[in-house]
């Protein structure tokens, strides 16, 4: 444990299998070399910063973080397994998908979509079908 924050960043990091399980403040591993978030703290008391990493899924994320965030430039393309409860902003901008942001809040105001009928809800806001998963796009009729 933690009292305070733990930053352990730029360390070129694979892994946070052997870091804290709870942090009261801010949880910091920004710009490493992290593929997974397998061994970050299930809870957070103040922000969580994953970003300039290589990390593709939010599997494994924080479940609640007191703070924001942030999980910019990385390689994520779908918003699946993000913190469900966050109490400062959601930042996921330079990624291969370009509405993160904007599926976060629109999960988070929609908890009970079907993934169809989320990826319709996605479609009907930003009008991109180019972003969508392949199998979601096939089951369009326009």
Do not use: W
Not at 28 to 41: E, K, M, Q, R, V
Not at 88 to 102: A, D, T, V
Not at 110 to 137: A, C, G, H, R, W
């Amino acid at each position: 444990m933690v009292n305070g924050s733990f930053n352990c960043s730029g360390n070129k990091l694979s892994s946070l299998i052997f870091s804290p399980k709870k942090v009261t403040e801010n949880y910091i591993c920004f710009d490493n070399h992290l593929a997974s978030l397998n061994g970050s703290p299930i809870e957070i008391g103040g922000g969580f910063f994953c970003g300039k990493n290589i990390l593709t899924s939010f599997k494994n994320s924080p479940k609640k973080v007191g703070g924001n965030f942030n999980a910019s430039d990385n390689q994520l393309t779908i918003v699946k397994y993000a913190p469900k409860e966050i109490s400062g902003r959601f930042y996921c901008s330079h990624n291969p998908n370009k509405h993160l942001e904007l599926e976060h809040k629109t999960q988070q105001k929609n908890p009970d979509l079907s993934d169809k009928d989320f990826y319709m809800k996605m479609y009907e806001i930003t009008e991109d079908i180019d972003y969508l998963p392949k199998e979601v796009q096939e089951t369009f009729i326009f």
